[in-house]
């Protein structure tokens, strides 16, 4: 047997283990995420939304939009007490940002990122977070992604 392999063994076996003496069966419940939890998400795709962006990388850019989108619908699904004008509000910045990625227009989409991340802001001002205060990213935590697009 591979000596990698035997490695890899060794490190499952005890998980395995463990299921069988139910430390880690999941819950029968479905798994809600917290709330900080899924706008911590949300700040990672506005951090690569916004070097997707100024790297041109349309099409990622359009991709982090998607999924910063999905992120704030699933707060507010999941969280009923969510100030629902302050969603609502995000509606207009998500929309220019994603008419600035359809133009590919760079200057369109450093002015409407600015309101996106006003919009972020503003929810949490309005719900006692006004401490979380979001801003345009200076340098990318992740050193492991390209961001300008494939070839360039
Ligand atoms: C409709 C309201 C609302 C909007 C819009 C909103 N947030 Fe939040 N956000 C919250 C609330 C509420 C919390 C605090 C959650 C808690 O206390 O568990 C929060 C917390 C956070 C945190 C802190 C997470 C942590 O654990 O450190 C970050 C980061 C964050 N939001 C990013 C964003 C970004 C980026 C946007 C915009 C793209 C955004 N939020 C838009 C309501 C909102």
Redesign the pocket.
């Given at each position: 047997m591979k000596r990698w392999l035997m490695v890899l063994m060794v490190c499952v076996v005890p998980s395995a283990v463990a299921a069988q003496s139910g430390v880690n069966v999941p819950p029968s419940g479905s798994y809600v995420p917290?709330?900080?939890?899924i706008?911590?998400t949300?700040?990672t795709?506005?951090v690569k939304l916004w070097f997707a962006g100024k790297s041109a990388n349309w099409e990622l850019a359009a991709y982090e939009l998607r999924q910063?989108k999905a992120g704030?619908v699933e707060?507010?699904m999941l969280?009923e007490g969510?100030?629902v004008n302050?969603?609502t509000?995000?509606v207009q910045p998500v929309q220019s940002v994603a008419d600035a990625i359809e133009a590919k227009d760079g200057k369109k989409f450093t002015r409407v990122y600015a309101d996106?991340?006003s919009?972020?802001n503003?929810?949490?001002q309005?719900?006692g977070?006004g401490f979380?205060v979001?801003r345009t990213p200076d340098a990318s935590p992740f050193s492991d992604q390209q961001f300008a697009p494939q070839g360039k």
């Open positions: 917290r709330l900080g939890d706008m911590n949300v700040q795709r506005h910063l704030l707060a507010a969280y969510l100030p302050n969603v509000t995000m996106l991340t919009g972020c503003a929810c949490h309005s719900i977070r979380i979001l």
